[in-house]
Each structure stands twice: as C-alpha cells, then as structure tokens.
C-alpha cells in the first residue's frame, strides 16, 4: 500500500517545521516514497545536500530501517537519532531525499567534530615547567622531545663543542670521577629540574674546575680552605654562603676531562647525576641516554665512570662543621684536618 504526501503551505516557524518533520518520520515507516520534505518546505533534493546544521549539544547519527520503502526497489529510508554530547559542536548535514548509498557515503565523509579545550605549549621553548592541567586532575610535566647527540670525548673539538652548546642554554651530560653528571649554564638552571624531574626544593651543586674558583664564588671559612686543599680535586663537597644565592655546595671533581669542560664554560658550572629522579646513576654514556634520551642535547661518551662511594658533603657554613652526609672521605679524616687548623 503507497502513501503520497499532499502538499502544503511551507513552514513558517520552528514549531510548524518540527512538526511536519515528525508527521515525514510517520510517513516513512508506513513506506512513503516520494520526498514529503522537499514538497512540504519548498526545497530541491540538492537543497539537502548544501544543507549545514549546527548542533552543538546533539550527535545525529543515521541509521537503516530494513523494511522500509515502497516496494518497488527503491532505497530503504534511515531515521534521524539525537544522541547527547556534552560541550562539543557537532557539523551534520541533512541527507533525507537522497538515495541510501549516497546517503551513508555522506555520513562517512562527514564525521563528527568535537571541539575540546587543549593545552597549548610554545614549540620554540626547551622545556616548560611543570604545570597543573585538567587531564583528568593527573599532575603533569610537559617536556619538548629534543634530538640527542652522542659524541666522542676524545674526538677534536668535543669539549669546545660541549661548551657552546652549554653556552647557548642546552644540557650537557659528561663523565666526572664518581658518575655521569648533567650539566646546564647559569641561566638556565631550571631545565635541570624538568629534564630529572628533579623535585624543586633540591639545590642543585656546583663543580668547578680548580680550587682557585672556590674564593670567587662563596665566602670560604678557614675550615672549609683547609679541607678543599687537603680533598681537591676529589670525593668532598663543601656546602657554603654564596653571596646574593644563599647556601650552595662546590666541589672539584678528580676527572681531567669534566674539570676541562669546567674551565672552558667559565670555571664553575651547576653540575648533578645524569638520571631521572629515583632512578640508578648512570655509569656509561648509554645508561644516561637510556633515562634521558630527547630531554637533553649532548653526550660526552668518555667510557665507563668509576661509579663507587660517592662523596662526602660537609656544611661549612658556620665555625662548627657538620657532616651532612657519609662517604668517601671518612670523619676520622675530617677530623685530622680540623685538628691542624688554628
């Protein structure tokens, strides 16, 4: 049995348009098989086609009725779905009057859209610093993958090169005589943190390339001299007042070629272990590149580090030493220094 539609009188309010809407999903699912659409609002087929409807709380989703049509081959209809979406916009376009391959071919070229609020982060910058975003409240570090290089601590040139990527704000890792250490400029101390995932609050030491550099760079008490004399370059860290930064520890290590490094970026560098924060020191040039591989741009490869104890941190601050922590150097050693000073 065929149902035609009969004409009317086009839509003149939304009302009026959902309801003759309504009254053509009634026609198809008693088998209509003209386009009471296209007669009902005055519209070509084509019209259907060129159509966009902004939906911004709905997805419409097609979907085939089986025994719908008129019987006589014609394509069978889809009813028109609303399903929730919730702060998204969704682009649809009308397919009602078209045939039903066309119909589903015009949904697969027309997917839905969503639109979602996303982090935007500088491509030009190293490293950002950790922020707090939405993601599902997960605190997150963001970190731009950097290429990393390897390369040969004796080949010509190595030490210069490392210095100038350190100078122009690059992290740098290298051997020293206990581990690898990872090392940035003055300037750009913080992308030490990102890079380890270093835990702020955690001062950061400094190692320089000779004692001679220590009276520079902090207030240096006669205890604290006579340790550096009798220790450097070796496994003793000294924690003393730098001037304008507060309490810093210095150090010198015993590794000719970390020491080179030092001297060429100036004779001090802030220097820590060239490993992600709870994990291993890295004892070679590929356990560093294992942990850290895209979060810094070169490798001094100078074979396997000594590893072992590592130093002995003394707060010299104050006329009153204190060991902060035990190492290489034992106290009784300490205590043998201490005792020829005056």
Not at 42 to 54: G, K, N, Y
Not at 144 to 164: C, F, M, W, Y
Not at 314 to 332: E, H, L, M, W
């Amino acid at each position: 049995m065929k149902h035609e539609a009969e004409p009317a009188e086009a839509a003149k309010t939304l009302n009026d348009a959902r309801r003759l809407y309504s009254d053509v999903l009634q026609h198809v699912h008693e088998g209509g098989g003209r386009d009471p659409v296209g007669i009902h609002l005055r519209r070509t087929r084509h019209a259907d086609l060129l159509a966009h409807v902004r939906e911004p709380e709905t997805r419409i989703v097609g979907e085939p009725i089986a025994d719908a049509g008129d019987g006589a081959g014609r394509g069978c209809a889809e009813v028109t779905i609303e399903r929730p979406l919730v702060g998204a916009d969704v682009r649809v376009r009308p397919c009602i009057g078209t045939s039903t391959e066309l119909r589903r071919q015009v949904l697969a070229e027309e997917p839905a859209k969503i639109c979602a609020d996303n982090l935007v982060v500088d491509k030009h910058t190293t490293f950002v610093d950790e922020k707090s975003c939405d993601f599902g409240h997960v605190r997150t570090a963001i970190i731009h993958e950097v290429k990393t290089r390897l390369l040969a601590a004796d080949s010509p040139g190595a030490v210069e090169e490392a210095a100038a990527a350190l100078a122009h704000g690059e992290l740098v890792a290298f051997p020293t005589d206990t581990v690898y250490g990872l090392s940035a400029g003055h300037e750009h101390v913080r992308k030490l943190y990102g890079a380890k995932d270093r835990p702020k609050e955690k001062r950061i030491p400094v190692l320089l390339s000779d004692i001679g550099n220590l009276e520079a760079s902090a207030i240096v008490t006669p205890i604290a001299r006579a340790l550096a004399q009798r220790f450097w370059p070796g496994p003793l860290t000294i924690i003393l007042v730098a001037p304008r930064r507060g309490t810093l520890a210095f150090r010198v290590p015993d590794h000719p070629l970390a020491r080179r490094l030092i001297a060429a970026s100036g004779g001090g560098l802030p220097v820590t272990s060239a490993n992600r924060s709870g994990e291993p020191d890295a004892r070679t040039a590929q356990e560093v590149i294992a942990q850290l591989d895209g979060r810094i741009a070169l490798v001094l490869d100078g074979g396997t580090t000594p590893g072992g104890v590592s130093s002995t941190v003394v707060d010299c601050t104050t006329d009153q030493i204190k060991i902060v922590r035990q190492g290489a150097i034992s106290a009784a050693e300490i205590d043998g220094v201490l005792a020829t000073v005056a």
